[in-house]
């Protein structure tokens, strides 16, 4: 049993250690915030409608949507991670085909 939670601990450092590898770069990281901000939108705006039309639906929605993203097992960091490096490549493309 120790053997296999040190597996995982193992893979979890190994994935980190890969997404510091890739963000290594300013542009990235910044790219990678920016993901954050507009995948998280939907907490965060519902919650801004709420204070400032008092709207309850808004803070139902919202807080639906925060209950989901926090949630154990929910795939936000390894969403938003996917989607900055999908957006990566294909800037890299587009400045690769710009080159040729």
Do not use: H
């Not at 901000?37 to 919650?47: A, E, L, T």
């Not at 409608?49 to 709207?55: A, D, Q």
């Not at 154990?72 to 938003?80: A, D, H, Q």
Request: aromatic share 24%; with cysteine.
């Amino acid at each position: 049993m120790k053997r296999f939670f040190n597996w995982i601990k193992n893979k979890i450092v190994d994935f980190l250690r890969w997404i510091w590898q890739e963000c290594k770069d300013w542009r990235t990281l910044v790219l990678l915030l920016f993901v954050i901000i507009v995948v998280y939108s939907p907490v965060w705006v519902g919650y801004l409608l709420f204070f400032i039309f008092k709207w309850k639906w808004a803070l139902v929605f919202a807080t639906a949507g925060l209950a989901f993203w926090v949630g154990p097992f929910s795939p936000f960091f390894v969403l938003c991670v996917s989607i900055t490096l999908g957006i990566k490549k294909l800037f890299s493309k587009i400045k690769k085909k710009k080159q040729e």
